[in-house]
């Protein structure tokens, strides 16, 4: 067990590789009752979401998730976060345990001039099932009523339902649900999971599944000091009516020339890639692995990393001692169980 | 409690050493150090030269950490174990055997009065939980 945002949580239940693989090839499922869950409603939400967040809530339907950045004046990332849209201007609002209090200070503050409240639902469970026949899985487990709308649900949508709110969403690269229930319902709902074969899953392998998958991890491929520009997230910025918080920073830094890019490194020799070793090109340091492990999927050493945009051809990572030969690749490594390495 | 077994010497840091018939030691991690660390996916061998007694001398990663291997003794490595070159997770399935790191020379045989029985690391590995838990 390991601390994790104020949460005692696992790291693997039994062997990490394994329960990477489950989720690759058949179901796994993750306690993620650490995840914040804000509720926001109020006849200015919308308006509100449209300041707070770089990419464009307007997009979205009654019952869609939408991924985005959250921004500083500066441009810098404060998190990531998912928002669920469950209404006119009603939404729900995912965002990291670790970044918690920081965020719901960021976000109490900025709401104050919208006619909008922020509500935090400590109260909510939240469990992952992932993987190509996690669904399947949950459907025989849930009630009838909600399996019957599970069955229909399509990718990136939520049933919003009285005592369940699920959503087709996740944090692996593989097909699969997260659902958020009161905390006594869901031990009832992990070990009926559990007698359905969904083999419990720690943090180890949450993150080789989503780094297979190219997903940022907040505090590592992103924070503070970078603009969603430099490190593979320009996706989450809209490029009409741009006047969210941050906007002007990216627009100076846009201007001023982006200089920095983020990208898949698979490590060509024996070996591990890790958070913060340096590369090197033929002009000398030219980035930084921000995520590195092990994927089980490809077998090799892999790792995010934020590189300057004009990286040479002959890139290798310092690894204590020794410079070892890295080939660039894009995103994702793995999706959907297929690998691209 | 995991598998220590009385006829080796360990360290602090879970090295256990085996002494030889030819009065060389034979270095590994434990069975409680390859379990912290799980599924072991790389080894970063020694190189066969001198080392002083917790210079360290070789890496062992796991998916989720990189670990440091120390030579527990002044001396010169003399043989690494090459099989941990394309499955580091003999150390995992056979720490004591299969899983053996490197086999050293020793300089000075008194030396091996400094490391610990298996009791004494029995104990010190019961106290590190000991903390963990009260955490």
Same mark, same amino acid.
């Given at each position: =067990?390991?601390?994790?945002?104020?949460?005692?949580?696992?790291?693997?239940?039994?062997?990490? /590789?394994?329960?990477?693989? &489950?989720?690759?090839?058949? $179901?796994? =499922?993750?306690?993620?009752?650490?995840?914040?869950?804000?509720?926001?409603?109020?006849?200015? @939400?919308?308006?509100?979401?449209?300041? +707070?967040?770089?990419?464009?809530?307007?997009? +979205?339907?009654?019952?869609?998730?939408?991924? @985005?950045?959250?921004?500083?004046?500066?441009?810098?990332?404060? %998190?990531?976060? /998912?928002?669920? $849209?469950?209404?006119?201007?009603?939404?729900?609002?995912?965002?990291?345990?670790?970044?918690?209090?920081?965020?719901?200070?960021?976000?109490?503050?900025?709401? !104050?001039?919208?006619?909008?409240?922020?509500?935090?639902?400590?109260?909510?469970?939240?469990?992952?099932?992932?993987?190509?026949?996690?669904?399947?899985?949950?459907?025989?487990?849930?009630?009838?009523?909600?399996?019957?709308?599970? @069955?229909?649900?399509?990718?990136?949508?939520? /049933?919003?339902?009285?005592?369940?709110?699920?959503?087709?969403?996740?944090?692996?690269?593989? %097909?699969?649900?997260?659902? =958020?229930? &009161?905390?006594?319902?869901?031990?009832?709902?992990?070990?009926?999971? &559990?007698?359905?074969?969904?083999?419990?899953?720690?943090?180890? &392998?949450? %993150?080789?599944?989503?780094?297979?998958?190219? =997903?940022?991890?907040?505090?590592?491929?992103?924070? !503070?000091?970078?603009?969603?520009?430099?490190?593979?997230?320009?996706?989450?910025?809209?490029?009409? %009516?741009?006047?969210?918080?941050?906007?002007?920073?990216?627009?100076?830094?846009?201007?001023?020339?982006?200089?920095? $890019?983020?990208?898949?490194?698979?490590?060509?020799? $024996?070996? /591990?890639?890790?958070?913060?070793?340096?590369?090197?090109?033929?002009?000398?340091?030219?980035?930084?692995?921000?995520?590195?492990?092990?994927?089980? @999927?490809?077998?090799?050493?892999?790792?995010?990393?934020?590189?300057?945009?004009?990286?040479?051809?002959?890139?290798?990572?310092?690894?204590?001692?020794?410079? +070892?030969?890295?080939?660039?690749?894009?995103?994702?490594?793995?999706?959907?169980?297929?690998?691209?390495? | 409690?995991?598998?220590?077994?009385?006829?080796?010497?360990?360290?602090?840091?879970?090295?256990?050493?085996?002494?030889?018939?030819?009065?060389?030691?034979?270095?590994?991690?434990?069975?409680?150090?390859?379990?912290?660390?799980?599924?072991?996916?790389?080894?970063?061998?020694?190189?066969?030269?001198?080392?002083?007694?917790?210079?360290?001398?070789?890496?062992?990663?796991?998916?989720?950490?990189?670990?440091?291997?120390?030579? #527990?003794?002044?001396?010169?490595?003399?043989?690494?174990?090459?099989?941990?070159?394309?499955? #580091?997770?003999?150390?995992?399935?056979? #720490?004591? *055997?299969?899983?053996?790191?490197?086999?050293?020379?020793?300089?000075?045989?008194?030396?091996?009065?400094?490391?610990?029985?298996?009791?004494?690391?029995?104990?010190?590995?019961?106290? *590190?939980? *000991?903390?963990?838990?009260?955490?």
């Amino acid at each position: =067990m390991v601390d994790f945002g104020g949460w005692e949580m696992p790291i693997n239940y039994g062997s990490q /590789i394994e329960e990477h693989h &489950a989720v690759r090839k058949d $179901k796994g =499922m993750f306690d993620v009752s650490h995840m914040t869950v804000v509720d926001l409603q109020g006849d200015d @939400s919308e308006a509100f979401l449209l300041k +707070l967040l770089p990419n464009d809530v307007r997009k +979205l339907s009654n019952g869609k998730a939408l991924y @985005s950045t959250m921004l500083n004046k500066n441009g810098g990332v404060i %998190d990531d976060l /998912i928002v669920y $849209k469950r209404g006119e201007n009603n939404y729900r609002i995912v965002v990291n345990a670790a970044t918690r209090e920081k965020d719901l200070a960021w976000m109490e503050k900025q709401v !104050e001039s919208y006619n909008a409240q922020l509500q935090e639902k400590p109260e909510l469970a939240m469990i992952a099932v992932q993987g190509p026949n996690a669904i399947e899985a949950c459907l025989k487990v849930l009630p009838e009523n909600i399996s019957q709308q599970l @069955s229909e649900l399509n990718k990136f949508c939520a /049933i919003d339902a009285e005592n369940y709110f699920i959503g087709r969403t996740g944090y692996t690269g593989e %097909d699969g649900v997260e659902i =958020m229930i &009161a905390e006594d319902d869901a031990r009832k709902l992990w070990d009926d999971l &559990a007698n359905a074969g969904v083999q419990p899953c720690g943090l180890g &392998a949450r %993150d080789t599944l989503r780094l297979e998958a190219g =997903m940022h991890l907040y505090g590592q491929d992103m924070d !503070e000091n970078i603009s969603p520009l430099e490190c593979g997230l320009t996706w989450t910025i809209r490029k009409t %009516d741009n006047d969210f918080i941050g906007a002007d920073a990216l627009q100076a830094i846009k201007d001023k020339g982006i200089s920095k $890019k983020m990208t898949g490194v698979v490590l060509s020799e $024996k070996g /591990i890639l890790r958070h913060d070793q340096e590369l090197i090109d033929e002009n000398g340091p030219c980035g930084i692995i921000t995520s590195g492990s092990f994927s089980p @999927s490809a077998e090799v050493a892999i790792g995010m990393a934020i590189v300057n945009k004009d990286i040479g051809e002959d890139v290798k990572v310092q690894i204590r001692k020794k410079q +070892l030969v890295v080939k660039l690749v894009k995103l994702p490594f793995v999706r959907n169980g297929q690998s691209n390495i | 409690m995991s598998y220590v077994p009385d006829n080796l010497k360990y360290t602090e840091s879970h090295e256990w050493i085996e002494i030889l018939d030819n009065g060389n030691i034979r270095v590994g991690i434990t069975e409680h150090a390859q379990s912290a660390l799980g599924d072991i996916v790389f080894v970063e061998l020694p190189e066969e030269e001198s080392y002083a007694a917790g210079d360290d001398c070789g890496v062992v990663e796991s998916v989720k950490t990189a670990s440091d291997i120390y030579a #527990p003794i002044s001396g010169t490595i003399v043989a690494v174990n090459d099989a941990l070159e394309d499955s #580091p997770e003999l150390i995992n399935e056979s #720490p004591y *055997d299969d899983g053996w790191i490197f086999e050293m020379e020793i300089e000075d045989e008194d030396d091996l009065e400094d490391l610990l029985s298996s009791d004494e690391y029995k104990n010190s590995i019961e106290e *590190d939980q *000991d903390e963990d838990e009260d955490e």
